[in-house]
């Protein structure tokens, strides 16, 4: 089995800064990618940033430029450095990892964690 633990979502002022971490733990054999994804109440999840594990990264319109995504790759861990935050980036947010579980043949799953409340307000 697989875990995800997401850490240091909270509350923040506009403009404000916000680092969030996840952990994976357990059986892991590859991991692919390494993605943050959001959801706002009443709003569809969406994806935030995403890293693969050769180190490309993509984010989503709405963050770019102000969210970074990193990842150790010794570690399974992944960062999401959130700066000039802004009240509409208010929702919980998920870690998720693809993982190859089987080469042959090949198998992919997803995992998710059980996210961290990230909530800009004056």
């Known amino acids: 089995q697989v875990q995800l633990v997401e850490s240091g979502g909270g509350l923040v002022q506009p403009g404000g800064s916000l680092r969030l971490s996840c952990a994976a733990s357990?059986?892991?054999?590859?991991?692919?990618?390494m993605n943050w994804y959001r959801q706002a109440p009443g709003k569809q999840r969406e994806l935030v940033a995403a890293?693969?594990?050769?180190?490309?990264?993509n984010y989503a319109d709405s963050v770019k430029g102000r969210f970074t995504i990193s990842r150790d790759n010794a570690k399974n861990k992944v960062y999401l450095q959130m700066n000039s935050l802004k009240p509409e980036d208010t929702a919980v947010y998920y870690c998720n990892a693809l993982m190859s579980i089987s080469t042959t043949p090949l198998v992919q799953r997803n995992y998710w964690g059980q996210g961290t409340q990230v909530t800009v307000s004056s």
């Open positions: 357990g059986n892991i054999f590859i991991i692919n990618a």
């Open positions: 890293v693969n594990s050769g180190g490309t990264t």
